[in-house]
C-alpha cells in the first residue's frame, strides 16, 4: 500500500538548517577558545619553570672561570716569551701579525682580570650581574687562549719553512755564543748583589748561571746533530732538532735576563731608599713646626703620632748591618711617611702637596714595581700551583701601576702607586699560601 506524499514545507526546513549552523559554530569558537586558553596556561607554566635563576649555577661557573684565567694567564706569558725569540729571529716585519695577536690577547685577559677583581672586591653585585660578568670572562679567557694556541701553530709552520736553510743553524750558534759570553758577567753581578743585599732578596737567581750553561750546553748538543744530519737533499728531519736548541737557547737566555732585572730592580730600590731618607728629613722638619702651631689639637696629635714612626722607621733602616733590604726599609718607610703625609694634608697647602707627593711617589712606583715583578716571578716558578685569586691581585697591581705611570696629578699617581703596593702584597700572601697547599 502506498503511503500518500506529503511535501516539508520550505520555510521550516530553512529554520532548522539554520539553527543547526548557529550551534555548530558556537561550539567550535567555545572549543577553540578554550584550547587557545589551555595552551597559554602550558605554555607560561613551562616557561616559568624552565626560567633558571641568575644564580643557577654560578659556582661551577666560577670555578670554570678561575681555571681559564690561570690557563689563559699562563698562555698568555708563553706566547710573549715566544714572540720576543720569533722578533730576534725572523724580524719585526715578518711577525708583525704575530704582534697584533698578542696585544689582543693581552687586551682580553686584562679586561678578564679587571672584572675577577670586581668580582672580589668588597660591592655586592646581584646574582645575575655576577652571572654576566663570569661569562664574560670565560668568553675572554677563552678568546685569548685560541689566539695565542693560533700564534703557536703558525710560528711551528715559520720555522719549519725555515728548518731547509743552514742560515738557520748559523744563527742558533751565533746566538749561543753571544749567550755563552753573558755567563762570566752574570756570575759577577750575582756575586756583588749577594754582597750588598739579604740573600732572600737574591734567592731567586742564585741557579741562573748553572740554569743557563746546563741550557746553553743542551742547545749546542742539539745544534751539533742536527749539522751531522744535513744532507743535500734537505733538513727537513733536522726541525725538531733545531726546535730543541732554540728551546734551550730561549731558557738560557731567560735565566740570564732574570739575572739582569734582578740587579737593576735591588739597584733601583737601594736608591730609592736612600732618596726616601734624605726626603723624610724635610718631612720631619715640616712635621715639627707644624706642630707646634697646628690647626687643632686632634691634628698636632696626628702629627705627633706620624713623626714617631717616621722616625723609628728611619731607625731601623740606619741600624741595620750587613747586607741591605732596601725593599724592606721602604716599605716600612713609605708607609710610616704615608701617614705623616694624612697627619700633615691640613696643614700643607697645595703646592708643598704637589711637591711631596713627586718625591715620595719616585719610592713608591719603584716598590710597586719590585713587588709586582717578584709576584710575577713567584706565579712564572709556580706554574699551574698558584690559583686565579693571586693571579688577579697581580693583574690589578699592575693595572694600578699603569695608571700611576700615567696619572699627570701626582698625588693621584701616588695613591694608584699605593694601591699597587698593596694589590701586589696581597697577591704574594695568596700566592705563597697556594704554593704551601699545593706542598701538603
Excluded at 690557563?71 to 714572540?83: C, F, K, N, S
Excluded at 749561543?176 to 737567581?205: F, K, N, Q, T
Excluded at 709586582?372 to 706565579?379: E, F, H, K, P, V
Excluded at 694608584?416 to 699560601?433: E, F, K, S, W
Aim: hydrophobic share 45%; aromatic share 2%; with cysteine.
Amino acid at each position: 500500500m502506498t503511503l500518500p506524499h506529503r511535501p516539508i514545507p520550505t520555510a521550516a526546513l530553512v529554520d532548522d538548517v539554520a539553527r543547526g549552523a548557529t550551534v555548530a559554530i558556537v561550539t567550535v569558537v567555545v572549543l577553540v577558545v578554550v584550547l587557545l586558553g589551555v595552551g597559554i596556561l602550558l605554555l607560561f607554566r613551562r616557561r616559568s619553570g624552565a626560567q633558571p635563576s641568575s644564580a643557577s649555577g654560578l659556582p661551577a661557573l666560577r670555578t670554570r672561570a678561575n681555571i681559564l684565567l690561570v690557563r689563559a694567564d699562563e698562555a698568555v706569558t708563553a706566547g710573549e716569551d715566544e714572540l720576543g725569540f720569533a722578533v730576534a729571529q725572523f724580524g719585526e716585519a715578518q711577525t708583525a701579525a704575530f704582534s697584533r695577536t698578542m696585544a689582543d690577547a693581552r687586551g682580553r685577559l686584562a679586561e678578564a682580570f679587571r672584572l675577577q677583581q670586581a668580582l672580589d672586591d668588597a660591592v655586592p653585585e646581584s646574582s645575575q650581574k655576577k652571572r654576566e660578568w663570569t661569562l664574560q670572562i670565560i668568553a675572554l679567557c677563552e678568546a685569548a687562549i685560541a689566539a695565542v694556541t693560533g700564534q703557536d701553530r703558525d710560528f711551528s709552520s715559520l720555522r719549519s719553512a725555515e728548518a731547509d736553510s743552514p742560515a738557520r743553524i748559523a744563527d742558533v750558534r751565533a746566538r749561543i755564543d753571544a749567550a755563552r759570553s753573558r755567563l762570566r758577567p752574570a756570575a759577577a753581578e750575582l756575586e756583588r748583589l749577594r754582597s750588598e743585599y739579604r740573600e732572600r732578596l737574591v734567592a731567586g737567581g742564585t741557579n741562573a748561571v748553572e740554569t743557563a750553561t746546563d741550557a746553553l750546553d743542551a742547545s749546542a748538543d742539539s745544534l751539533r746533530e742536527a749539522e751531522q744530519r744535513l744532507s743535500p737533499s734537505g733538513v727537513n728531519t733536522v726541525a725538531a732538532l733545531l726546535e730543541d736548541a732554540e728551546v734551550s737557547l730561549r731558557r738560557a737566555t731567560s735565566a740570564l735576563d732574570g739575572v739582569d732585572r734582578l740587579g737593576a730592580r735591588l739597584d733601583a730600590a737601594a736608591s730609592a731608599l736612600d732618596a726616601l731618607l734624605v726626603s723624610s728629613l724635610d718631612d720631619l722638619a715640616e712635621a715639627r713646626a707644624q706642630r707646634d702651631s697646628p690647626p687643632d689639637a686632634e691634628s698636632g696629635a696626628a702629627i705627633i703620632r706620624a713623626m714617631t714612626d717616621v722616625e723609628a722607621a728611619r731607625s731601623a733602616v740606619a741600624a741595620a748591618s750587613g747586607p741591605r733590604d732596601p725593599v724592606a726599609g721602604l716599605d716600612t718607610l713609605s708607609a710610616a711617611v704615608a701617614t705623616l703625609d694624612t697627619a700633615l694634608a691640613t696643614a700643607r697647602n697645595q703646592s708643598q702637596r704637589l711637591e711631596h707627593a713627586r718625591v715620595a711617589l719616585t719610592g713608591t712606583l719603584v716598590s710597586a714595581r719590585s713587588q709586582i715583578s717578584a709576584l710575577r716571578s713567584l706565579i712564572g716558578g709556580s706554574g699551574r700551583g698558584v690559583g686565579a685569586e693571586a693571579r688577579t691581585r697581580l693583574a690589578e697591581a699592575e693595572r694600578q701601576l699603569m695608571l700611576a705611570e700615567a696619572e699627570a696629578d701626582p698625588v693621584e699617581a701616588l695613591d694608584a702607586a699605593r694601591r699597587a703596593v698593596t694589590h701586589a702584597r696581597d697577591g704574594d700572601a695568596l700566592a705563597h699560601y697556594d704554593a704551601m697547599q699545593r706542598g701538603r
